[in-house]
């Protein structure tokens, strides 16, 4: 579902409800896979709602957001982009009930297992990036189980029908709601057309019949983490099919990672394809053209924006790297750089020069501009500013003698005159 503009108050209410199994392996994971990726914020929030519960309780008791707030230490604002994050990586589910007081319920689900976590293009992804290589290779190998050399075993272990007997026909044959481990995984909202992707593929090469519901995820999700066109993607779906016609997914995995870091010199994808976070989004109730500027702003990832902007055509490497500047280095929210790169593009002749933008980017940041409203507002100040500046300064207009501009006669010397002249200089 896709996000909703509510907003939360410190009296709504919230029960937490347990669909899960949570145990002390659940925090280890948590804290070494989940938490690099999603912030120890979030974490927090899903530590705190589980503490919620006693240990025998599946539901918990209501409490308000105001009591949560002052557990955590964290504002509203910090609560509800946590819980997102949450909801998005599959570790709560949230439904409201709407009223004069609304009322929450919070649905906690197991995190994925470290084999499920690791082998997710995604998260795996998301994860390498945020630690670094050699970092994430050691919580690979806390994970992982040694290698015991089996060689010259035997398998004597014994079978249920070796040890117990069964006697009598079990009670009860209806099914029953008993409480598992219950993952929710993530969901993408791909832009991908995968009919139009496969059918670039001719079907001697592909057995179009063979695409299971595990091998259509994979894509999605490495069409997501590595933001490949449709022409990309098929084209590297058809260097991964193997002698029997069919998409070998581990060499599928390899080739969209290969793709990636060579068109990127060796980076690893940061996801920085977000519009800008629901709490810091203006409640848009006109429809004036300032109004739509704003959803615009909002709405759009910077990616996209820039894509837009460029009349369709994907942003450059040197552009990219300057909207992950933007978003990393300057923590800048993703609609405040949707409203600086229309800026300079309208003030810089359409050009996006890194060192400008960058000093603008600069003054913004200390000047903590996070909503696309004061962004908007910045730039119009500052462009009345400029144009202040460049009006030409009024040159004071000085005060003439009538005779500046006259016409000067000149009167022809006669006979008299030049001999008198001469008798003048004589004398001298």
Known sequence: MAKTNISLFPADTYIVKNCTVLNSDSRIVLTKLYQPVIGSTAITLYLTLWDNLDTSQIISTENTHHNLMAITRLKLEDILDAREKLEGIGLIKTYLKKGSVNNYIYELYSPLDPKEFLENPILSVTLESNIGTKEYEKVVKYFSLPKINLQGYEDISCSFSDTFEITSAPSYSEERNIRHISELGILIDSKIDLTNVISMIPSEILNKRSITKDTKDLIYKLAFVYNLSESDLSELIRNSINEKHIIDKEKLRTNCHNYYTFENKGETPSLIYKSQPEYLRKQVSSNSKKSKMIHTFETMTPYDFLSGKNKGVRPSKRELGILETLLVDYNLPPGVVNVLIDYVLKINDGKLTKNFILAIAAQWARENIKTVEDAMELCKKENKSKQTRAVKKVV?????????????????????DIAKLEEQLQNL
């Open 396 to 416: 004071q207009k000085e005060a003439t003698p009538d005779w500046f501009n006259k016409q000067i006669g000149i009167k022809e010397a006669t006979t008299e």
